[in-house]
């Protein structure tokens, strides 16, 4: 952790939903240049949370940002349902916000070339012209990585960015997300993957509807009541 | 416009155009078809993105109440924009609304939008029935290229003109909207802006298209032909110009069908462009089979 004031802070942000609560009084602070994991069992209000920081829900409580560069925020959420006969082509997704004239008449020359630049980063060249609907989970993921990477963003928000990849492509994000760091983004992430939380979390929030524990990784998934939340965890230790 | 159609009637008598085009009213309804299929086209292929095809139909259902409220209001017999327009946007206003602040989904409410709009309209129309011979309204209902005047082409050039002007001002966004409305939102788009946006130009497409496709079968040319074009299309831009391309092939020959025939000008366009859905169903599955046996 850097001694720097955060990039983000939650302040008793709560969300209630026809009655139900599906957050509570959650404070909590994003360092600037850290990788910040959300854990927490189903249906925690891990994705709830991201949502109340994009605005994509209403909330109770306050959210500030002290943005120091851009302010420009990234995105990829955790489910993208693509219609299966949607003729619509990787690279006409991601030059939607690249380009001002309209898909549908033509990509520009220049919102072409950064496709292909984008492709290439995430590990995914060649499919420029392959429909959304076709692609596999881990490829539609990266290429939502991809959309989330340009502009750099200051505040990369991903929801099981890893869900679907294979082992490589989990490794290459990890190194993704790790060089962006050094570059001076944030990343606030939620995953599931414990294992993936110890290699590259500076900091874990662990949540259930309101916050259990936070801390270093080692600090927070060493608590006997995060042990009981996370049945992954429990198997982990019970093998030795 | 005299001049014109008498320029277009002397190329046809000459034998440079088909001989139909001596008559003004179907180098009339012919423009119309220019128009209207850029224009429904256009749309048809966010309507169906945007999973809105329901939603055209009970607008189409709307307009027959529009129709009915227009002429008990006072609005003359051969243009009732006033009542379709009024009672039609009311209808959108009222189904976006409650649609982004209900928990129901979509279609259910729709459907309730669309009962309401044909119960009222068949109640108003038997009130029409004491005033009107109600058969002179069928022209709205079926559409007829006999009722199409001047005035309605020029109003259908410039809802157009500003139709194509909104739509490609926010295209991408719509889009990406459609797409995935989270990643829209954190990319600067306003969701409800372009939801609402984007169902005032259709209902202004329709009620425009009313007098020559009809109110009963104007959904279906803002479906058709993005259905049809999903089984041509392999990417943004050519399932746009393939929509335009079939609803400009439905309504050429609709048009040429409905005067040869003398069958209603909607019910032959929509005629034609399922019957063009269906041939490139056909060929797109039989274009599959061939790659993979190809593939084999």
């Known amino acids: 952790m850097n001694d720097e004031p955060p990039l983000i802070e939650l302040v008793d942000v709560s969300v209630r939903v026809r009655g139900e609560h599906l957050l509570t009084g959650v404070s909590m602070s994003v360092a600037p240049k850290s990788i910040h994991l959300i854990v927490g069992p189903n249906g925690a209000g891990k994705t709830t949370l991201l949502a109340s920081l994009l605005a994509l829900v209403v909330f109770d409580g306050q959210i500030i940002a002290h943005w120091r560069g851009s302010g420009e925020i990234g995105y990829v959420p955790q489910s993208f349902a693509v219609d299966p006969s949607l003729p619509v082509t990787v690279q006409d997704f991601l030059a939607l916000t690249r380009q001002r004239r309209p898909v549908c008449l033509g990509l520009t020359a220049s919102a072409r070339r950064r496709v292909t630049e984008l492709l290439h980063e995430v590990g995914l060249q060649g499919l420029e012209r392959r429909p959304l609907s076709v692609l596999s989970g881990g490829e539609l993921r990266r290429v939502l990585l991809a959309h989330a990477l340009d502009p750099i963003p200051e505040l990369l928000v991903l929801d099981e960015p890893a869900s679907g990849l294979d082992e490589g492509g989990v490794r290459q994000l990890e190194e993704l997300l790790q060089t962006l760091r050094s570059g001076g983004t944030t990343v606030l992430m939620v995953s599931h993957d414990l294992d993936q939380v110890r290699r590259i979390a500076d900091h874990v929030t662990v949540l259930d509807r309101s916050i259990v524990t936070q801390g270093s990784a080692e600090e927070a998934l060493a608590l006997d009541r995060v042990l009981a939340l996370l049945p992954s965890e429990r198997n982990r230790r019970a093998r030795g | ?296």
């Open chain 2, 1 to 296: 416009m005299n001049t014109f159609y008498g320029w277009v009637g002397a190329l046809a008598a000459s034998g440079w155009l088909p001989a139909d085009f001596q008559y003004p009213f179907l180098t009339r309804g012919f423009l119309c078809v220019l128009i209207l299929s850029p224009l429904l086209g256009g749309l048809s292929h966010l309507v169906v993105t945007r999973r809105m095809a329901f939603f055209s139909a009970a607008l189409g259902q709307a307009a027959i109440t529009g129709v009915a409220i227009g002429l008990l209001l006072g609005e003359p017999l051969n243009a009732p924009y006033g009542g379709m327009f009024g009672f039609c946007l009311l209808t959108t206003l009222g189904m976006v609304y409650v649609k982004r602040h209900s928990a129901l989904p979509p279609d259910t409410l729709i459907g309730v939008f669309h009962a309401l709009s044909l119960g009222l309209g068949l109640c108003l129309l038997v009130a029409l029935a004491r005033q009107f011979n109600v058969h002179q309204v069928e022209s709205v209902l079926f559409g007829s290229l006999l009722t199409v005047t001047d005035a309605d082409l020029l109003l259908l050039v410039g809802v157009a003109v500003i139709v194509a002007v909104l739509v490609f001002r926010q295209y991408n966004s719509l889009l990406l909207d459609s797409l995935s409305p989270p990643i829209a939102t954190v990319a600067g788009a306003q969701s409800a802006f372009l939801e609402y946006l984007f169902a005032m130009i259709l209902t202004l497409s329709i009620v425009v298209s009313l007098k020559v496709i009809g109110a009963l079968l104007v959904e279906a040319l803002v479906v058709v032909p993005a259905a049809a074009a999903r089984n041509l299309a392999g990417s943004a831009r050519s399932y746009f110009l393939w929509s335009i391309t079939v609803a400009f092939l439905a309504s050429a020959g609709g048009l040429g069908i409905s005067t040869k025939l003398l069958v209603p000008t909607g019910g032959a366009v929509v005629l034609a462009a399922t019957a063009i859905f269906f041939v490139t169903l056909a060929g797109s599955a039989l274009l599959r089979r061939k790659q993979q046996q190809t593939g084999r």
